[in-house]
């Protein structure tokens, strides 16, 4: 019986050193693919400078072109798409540095124009969409959120004369409750219905109203 225990008990303890091995080696293999994974992936997005080609069977990135007709893209590239953050220049002087998404501009960025316009601010699926500044040629500059490249929901619209308009857009032209504030110190406070005054009280610098709009109709205090 003693012989026979000590058996049993060689083999179980022998058992369980292989069990241990056994998971111990699984492990081993677990991280070590987890690194080879995660190392992957790393090397997966790189850097590169391409170049936009049209052809018959749509566009083409190649590592070659002229900067003067093909527009050149400088950054992160991976599964075969702009990913990452990057440099695009236009031909025609467009330039846009920020975040990229499958081959469009999403996330945070800037986009500067021939005309000499910029916005910096959020960018989805290749559109200004959320929050943004844009500064005009002229000087006029509009803050605030915009949706599919126009300006939507709240946001303030500064003019180079001084005046300023502050409330809320829709399709790029104001919509809803805003005030309006001319370079004399005169202001227009109420309701906008596509870019013009609907339901407003203008009031002097002095507090008094001055002229009504209702329903888009003059009324002279």
Same mark, same amino acid.
């Given at each position: 019986?003693?012989?026979?225990?000590?058996?049993?008990?060689?083999?179980?303890?022998? @058992?369980?050193?292989?069990?241990?091995?056994?998971? %111990?080696?699984?492990?081993?293999?677990?991280?070590?693919?987890?690194?080879?994974?995660?190392?992957?992936?790393?090397?997966?997005?790189?850097?590169?400078?391409?170049? !936009?080609?049209?052809?018959?069977?749509?566009?083409?990135?190649? !590592?070659?072109?002229?900067?003067?007709?093909?527009?050149? $893209?400088?950054?992160?590239?991976?599964?075969?798409?702009?990913?990452?953050?990057?440099?695009?220049?236009?031909?025609?002087?467009?330039?846009?540095?920020?975040?990229?998404?499958?081959?469009?501009?999403?996330?945070?960025?800037?986009?500067?124009?021939?005309?000499g316009?910029?916005?910096?601010? %959020?960018?989805?699926?290749?559109?200004? @969409?959320?929050?943004?500044?844009?500064?005009?040629?002229?000087?006029?500059? $509009?803050?605030?959120?915009?949706?599919?490249?126009?300006?939507?929901?709240?946001?303030?619209?500064?003019?180079?004369?001084?005046?300023?308009?502050?409330?809320?857009?829709?399709?790029?032209?104001?919509?809803?409750?805003?005030?309006?504030t001319?370079?004399?110190?005169?202001?227009?406070?109420?309701?906008?219905?596509?870019?013009?005054?609907?339901?407003?009280?203008?009031?002097?610098e002095?507090?008094?109203?001055?002229?009504?709009?209702?329903?888009?109709?003059?009324?002279?205090?």
């Amino acid at each position: 019986m003693t012989m026979n225990f000590k058996r049993k008990r060689t083999v179980l303890l022998q @058992n369980g050193d292989t069990v241990r091995n056994q998971v %111990k080696h699984l492990l081993i293999i677990l991280i070590s693919f987890l690194l080879l994974s995660s190392f992957v992936t790393s090397c997966d997005k790189k850097e590169e400078t391409l170049y !936009r080609w049209e052809t018959s069977s749509g566009i083409v990135w190649k !590592r070659f072109g002229d900067k003067d007709t093909h527009r050149v $893209y400088k950054g992160e590239w991976k599964n075969e798409k702009l990913n990452g953050l990057g440099v695009m220049t236009y031909p025609d002087g467009h330039k846009y540095v920020g975040e990229w998404k499958n081959g469009k501009y999403n996330g945070q960025g800037t986009s500067t124009y021939p005309d000499g316009g910029k916005y910096v601010g %959020k960018f989805k699926d290749g559109k200004k @969409n959320g929050q943004g500044t844009y500064t005009y040629p002229d000087g006029q500059k $509009y803050v605030g959120r915009w949706k599919d490249d126009k300006r939507n929901g709240q946001g303030t619209f500064t003019y180079p004369d001084g005046g300023k308009y502050v409330g809320r857009w829709k399709d790029d032209k104001r919509n809803g409750q805003g005030t309006f504030t001319y370079p004399d110190g005169t202001k227009g406070i109420g309701e906008f219905r596509e870019d013009k005054p609907w339901n407003i009280s203008h009031y002097d610098e002095n507090g008094i109203i001055i002229v009504k709009f209702v329903n888009g109709k003059v009324i002279v205090q």
